[in-house]
């Protein structure tokens, strides 16, 4: 099959696009557009190699780091044509996709969700969906929500545009550290990089330690920066294993606003499973009303009557037609997005959204799967 070839062509990390040239044992799955981040890394490598201008005893220590990021096991390397054979052939492998480097939160997600997988760095979030439509990964595993920063929003975006089913869920306890490189102490920092959702995650932390927030695709790619990059005055917000990787030093751990971080990724594959009643499932729908007083009410209502519980709603805006005229005036157009605790096989929640369609303008069912109830 043409699509699995290409899969067989770009093994481990899947650069660019997809041309040989662009193969690179460090590189994540990136499709269309520049490579503006690659290019930024391998501008760096090159002036890691011709040394910064601020004395031999750093320029040795970045080509140690330099070398240390490109020997190390930990990080990913090309597969071979036949170890990717293998893994298509016997199945027994499962690709999962995740949006950012080795050592993100997104990848931990990614193996506690499929243990034993092999899980595939994404640059970015459309990146990780493309993959899988493309045959290219078997799942990918995304962030939706926290309980501190709150929602993915892109996220709740990208499932209505992309045709990908939810196939379960997983929750991961986050824990931030400040990361440092060696011999950098906390009063000689004046930046901080990280993701924008990390840095949300420990306001109150960076805010005491008074630094400036610089957001970055990833926790561990800050980390990763901060490495490649040598600095002195910046930190990165990232995970223990992130300081592993690539050979920083932890300044400080748990600096996130509250002990209970938590965020929730999503399981999706391009085919959805089959809703059990044996265990607690959840469904997640998304869906769009009239105009009217009352309408949204009505909608949860349908859930309400039947005794099924929510556990989450959001809206966001529907961009393909963001306004609507009504009575000669002009009104924002949304989306719901509702998980509710029922599953698909269960009747009562089949009447539910049968009464929901008497009056939804739009529904999609996106996913009904069972419910993680690891205790964290
Ligand atoms: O940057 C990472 O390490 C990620 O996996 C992304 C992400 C997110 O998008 O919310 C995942 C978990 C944490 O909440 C912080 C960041």
Known sequence: MAVRLQATQVPGGISGNLSPSNRNPNAVIRFGRGSSKRNRLVSLSASLREGDGRGKESSVRAVEVKKILEDSPLLPKPLSSNQLAETVSNGSRVRVAYQGVRGAYSESAAEKAYPNCEAVPCEEFDTAFEAVERWLVDRAVLPIENSLGGSIHRNYDLLLRHNLHIVGEVKLAVRHCLLANHGVKLEDLRRVLSHPQALAQCENTLTRLGL???????????????????????????????????????????????????????????????????????????????????????????????????????????????????????????????????????EVAQNALRHLEEFATFLRVLGSYPVDTTML
């Not at 932890?250 to 965020?263: K, L, R």
């Not at 009217?292 to 805006?317: C, D, H, M, Y």
């Open 212 to 346: 400036v927030r610089e957001a970055v695709d990833d926790t561990a790619g800050a980390a990763k920066q901060i490495a490649f990059e040598d600095l002195s005055d910046a930190a990165a917000v990232a995970s223990a294993k992130a300081a592993e990787i690539y050979g920083l030093n932890i300044v400080a751990e748990d600096i996130q606003d509250d002990t209970d971080n938590v965020t929730r990724f999503l399981m999706l594959a391009r085919e959805p499973i089959i809703p059990g009643t044996n265990r607690l499932f959840k469904t997640s729908i998304v869906f769009s009303l009239e105009e009217g007083p009352g309408v949204l009410f009505k909608a949860l209502a349908v859930f309400a009557l039947r005794q099924i519980n929510l556990t989450k709603i959001e809206s966001r805006p529907l961009r393909k037609n963001p306004l609507r005229a009504s009575g000669g005036l002009k009104y924002f157009d949304y989306l719901f997005y509702v998980d509710f605790e029922a599953s698909m096989a269960d």
